[in-house]
């Protein structure tokens, strides 16, 4: 079985005190910069489109829609309703759903001990897919009156739970019995969710396949709060658990012995992230590859220490992810494409160069 184990900094149990100055100011750097990569990629998806609004301009309608007239009507109203009415919610949407998912991932591939563990593997992306799907195609009524949102946290959850039943062996949960659970209860809802379709408006269908491979197209600023606060209060909870997890990392023997109880720990971040995943997938669809690659880019960058990986992860992925949306509704001019494409597209060449590079191996410390 694969492990996964912290192999930069010092030992996060055995070295509580916080890093040297020096460590914190690189991180800090990292960070600002990182922050700073969000803000332009955000800058660029408003300003960048069939239409391109003028940089000056993208930032004119922004100050003054947050300003109540502080700052001047922007001149041309056609601008001001690309960038504030679909482009601005709509980056910071991909912006929400990008750190979440990196969040996401970073945290599964610890809590299940294998470097291969995304909200995909583990059937929570599938299972959030069908009760969303469910809504889509038979109406909120066929699930107990449950709207988009919470179909979709409904559906993430039962996999997460099914996934943690079928995985319990003697009262234990190995990580390999959770990824052959994952596996298998995500083909499951992904052949429920089909039989679903076979049903549904030939009409309706494709809508319902483009956003299954992710999609923010229709993003208004109604869709942009709960996924927010959601994301933002369950990346803030993981990145207090960041010492559990480098536990975890270490060895289940040695997280025993420092005190973790194993089982409801990884219960805990499994509900958690279920949560967060079932909130993103109501509103993004499935996106694939951001809870795989950020999380082993960010472990080339800054180890395997959650204190320092996590905040890194979730700034990377949220700029990332509003680079694909761009490139989603740029790249072909007589149609947009889903994220799942996009991120595809970009993701595999580059994970595979990664998986090349020795330092994966001496960075991660896979299998």
């Not at 991180?27 to 003028?54: D, F, N």
């Amino acid at each position: 079985m694969t492990s996964l184990t912290p192999d930069t900094g010092p030992h996060p149990l055995e070295d509580p005190e916080s890093p040297p100055p020096r460590r914190m100011a690189g991180q800090a750097v990292l960070l600002l910069g990182l922050g700073a990569a969000v803000v332009v990629s955000i800058a660029l998806a408003t300003s960048l489109g069939p239409v391109r609004v003028p940089l000056r301009d993208t930032v004119q309608v922004v100050l003054h829609n947050i300003s109540s007239d502080w700052f001047a009507k922007p001149a041309d109203p056609v601008y001001a309703q690309i960038v504030w009415q679909f482009r601005l919610p709509r980056a910071l949407l991909g912006a929400v759903v990008g750190a979440g998912l990196a969040a996401v991932g970073v945290v599964l591939q610890a809590v299940v001990r294998n470097p291969l563990a995304d909200p995909y593997l583990l059937g929570v992306s599938s299972g959030a897919s069908f009760g969303a799907v469910s809504v889509l195609v038979l109406g909120s009524a066929s699930v107990a009156g449950l709207g988009l949102s919470s179909a979709a946290f409904a559906g993430a959850l039962i996999a997460t739970l099914l996934v943690y039943l079928l995985a319990q062996r003697a009262g234990r949960v190995t990580p390999f019995r959770l990824i052959l659970a994952g596996v298998s209860l995500a083909y499951l809802f992904q052949a429920l969710y089909g039989l679903l379709l076979l049903r549904a408006n030939p009409h309706d269908v494709q809508g319902v396949l483009i956003w299954l491979f992710g999609s923010l197209g229709s993003t208004a600023w109604s869709d942009v709060g709960i996924p927010a606060l959601g994301v933002v209060a369950g990346t803030l909870y993981l990145f207090t658990q960041a010492r559990p997890l480098n536990s975890l990392l270490s060895g289940e023997e040695t997280a025993v012995s420092l005190g973790l109880d194993i089982a409801r720990f990884r219960i805990r971040m499994l509900l958690v992230t279920s949560l967060m995943v079932g909130v993103m997938v109501a509103v993004s669809g499935a996106v694939a590859f951001i809870g795989l690659i950020i999380p082993h880019l960010c472990r080339m960058l800054v180890g395997s220490d959650h204190r320092r990986l996590l905040p890194v992860a979730a700034l990377l992925g949220a700029a990332f992810l509003v680079l694909m949306d761009l490139a989603a509704r740029t790249v072909l001019t007589s149609t947009e494409l889903p994220l799942s494409i996009v991120t595809a597209v970009f993701g595999v060449p580059f994970f595979i160069w990664l998986l090349r590079q020795r330092e994966v191996g001496r960075e991660a410390r896979f299998g």
